[in-house]
């Protein structure tokens, strides 16, 4: 028989993540059911919870979790639901909630700053959750969890987040859906408000600083570079060997390094022809050396390609009564100057 383990109330108040800890080493590899009904809580013990059941599964393959939502799994709560588990079901009556993690924080912008980005990292860890479950787009998640997005019953389902639905009496008219909202609303509000007073800000920055040095990027902040990467989604790490696993495992990332390197490649086009622009300037009273740096312009040579040929060309006519073409020939009709005509090497490129 499977053991029972129930985390119900707010979390890291009323169920702690040493209780649940204690509870797993019970079981002792048995098989688990896990009921849960809570409105939330607190950040760091919901991640415990949902680290000591991915623990317990990966250390006991071969032991059945189920999950069941009983009433209301908001804000922490439904992340822990994503946690590895055989199956994950809910009651047609239970109230489903998802949102970015909040925080009551206190102290000047820089650390106001630093909660930010915590809350920020800790927000798209927890789409990675979630989208890991229902196989939805991290965009959409991000949006679903923007819009603090509550579901009621069958829409639990629907949207992914559980497997399948348990039978109950409960009505599911719209009256009982619009007063298990109402009741979920409020349970929530309730433990959001007590979250104030119980809350440890100081505590709460030092938890968040050490986390942060251990957290991983989000794969779409990730800098990419064409080669050989690591993208990590969720529990799994995705090697990255080509732009095209990075476009299908990671289209932020690509999105980002396709506008880098544009980014990149114009300005170093800009730099060329800039350069040879110069260069043709030095060069304006030598035909063939001009002739030359406007093939280079349209070809895509830069001036190292051309700059002995272009030397030649213009210490040559600075020796002689004029302008020299290809065949040797002199025009006669320019005269030539050390300003006009300089080495290559004298060139000043800005």
Same mark, same amino acid.
């Given at each position: 028989?499977?053991?029972?383990?129930?985390?119900?109330?707010?979390?890291?108040?009323?169920?702690?993540? =040493?209780?649940?800890?204690? =509870?797993?080493?019970?079981?002792?590899?048995?098989?688990?059911?896990?009921?849960?009904?809570?409105?939330?809580?607190?950040?760091?013990?919901?991640?415990?919870?949902?680290?000591?059941?991915?623990?317990?599964?990966?250390?006991?393959?071969?032991?059945?979790?189920?999950?069941?939502?009983?009433?209301?799994?908001?804000?922490?709560?439904?992340?822990?639901?994503?946690?590895?588990?055989?199956?994950?079901?809910?009651?047609?009556?239970?109230?489903?909630?998802?949102?970015?993690?909040?925080?009551?924080?206190?102290?000047?912008?820089?650390?106001?700053?630093?909660?930010?980005?915590?809350?920020?990292?800790?927000?798209?860890?927890?789409?990675?959750?979630?989208?890991?479950?229902?196989?939805?787009?991290?965009?959409?998640?991000?949006?679903?969890?923007?819009?603090?997005?509550?579901?009621?019953?069958?829409?639990?389902?629907?949207?992914?987040?559980?497997?399948?639905?348990?039978?109950?009496?409960?009505?599911?008219?719209?009256?009982?859906?619009? =007063?298990?909202?109402?009741?979920?609303?409020?349970?929530?509000?309730?433990?959001?408000?007590?979250?104030?007073?119980?809350?440890?800000?100081?505590?709460?920055?030092?938890?968040?600083?050490?986390?942060?040095?251990?957290?991983?990027?989000?794969?779409?902040?990730?800098?990419?570079?064409?080669?050989?990467?690591?993208?990590?989604?969720?529990?799994?790490?995705?090697?990255?060997?080509?732009?095209?696993?990075?476009?299908?495992?990671?289209?932020?990332?690509?999105?980002?390094?396709?506008?880098?390197?544009?980014?990149?490649?114009?300005?170093?086009?800009?730099?060329?022809?800039?350069?040879?622009?110069?260069?043709?300037?030095?060069?304006?009273?030598?035909?063939?050396?001009?002739?030359?740096?406007?093939?280079?312009?349209?070809?895509?040579?830069?001036?190292?390609?051309?700059?002995? =040929?272009?030397?030649?060309?213009?210490?040559?006519?600075?020796?002689?009564?004029?302008?020299?073409?290809?065949?040797?020939?002199?025009?006669?009709?320019?005269?030539?100057?050390?300003?006009?005509?300089?080495?290559?090497?004298?060139?000043?490129?800005?």
């Amino acid at each position: 028989m499977a053991k029972k383990i129930t985390i119900s109330g707010e979390i890291g108040w009323d169920v702690t993540s =040493q209780a649940v800890a204690d =509870q797993f080493r019970a079981a002792k590899g048995e098989d688990i059911d896990i009921d849960i009904a809570s409105p939330g809580g607190d950040v760091f013990t919901g991640i415990e919870i949902y680290n000591l059941i991915r623990d317990y599964k990966r250390e006991n393959p071969g032991a059945q979790i189920l999950m069941t939502l009983k009433g209301l799994g908001a804000s922490m709560a439904s992340y822990i639901m994503m946690a590895p588990a055989d199956m994950v079901v809910a009651e047609d009556n239970a109230v489903f909630m998802i949102h970015n993690p909040w925080s009551f924080a206190a102290g000047d912008y820089r650390a106001m700053a630093e909660t930010g980005e915590f809350l920020g990292g800790l927000a798209s860890i927890m789409a990675d959750a979630y989208v890991k479950k229902t196989g939805k787009k991290k965009a959409e998640i991000r949006s679903l969890m923007d819009a603090e997005t509550w579901l009621f019953g069958d829409e639990i389902k629907d949207a992914g987040f559980v497997d399948d639905m348990v039978k109950t009496d409960s009505p599911k008219n719209k009256d009982g859906k619009s =007063q298990a909202l109402a009741a979920a609303r409020l349970s929530f509000g309730n433990m959001a408000n007590n979250a104030k007073t119980k809350v440890d800000a100081k505590a709460f920055r030092e938890k968040a600083a050490a986390m942060m040095n251990t957290m991983p990027i989000a794969a779409e902040a990730k800098p990419a570079a064409v080669g050989n990467i690591t993208v990590e989604k969720g529990d799994n790490e995705m090697e990255i060997k080509s732009l095209a696993d990075l476009k299908a495992n990671a289209s932020a990332v690509y999105e980002e390094a396709v506008a880098e390197i544009g980014k990149s490649a114009v300005s170093k086009e800009r730099e060329r022809v800039k350069a040879l622009v110069l260069l043709k300037g030095k060069a304006a009273k030598v035909g063939d050396a001009v002739a030359l740096i406007d093939e280079a312009v349209s070809d895509g040579r830069d001036v190292s390609a051309i700059a002995a =040929q272009v030397t030649d060309m213009i210490l040559a006519a600075a020796d002689s009564a004029g302008p020299v073409d290809a065949s040797g020939v002199h025009d006669g009709n320019v005269e030539s100057s050390e300003n006009d005509y300089q080495p290559i090497g004298m060139v000043s490129v800005k």
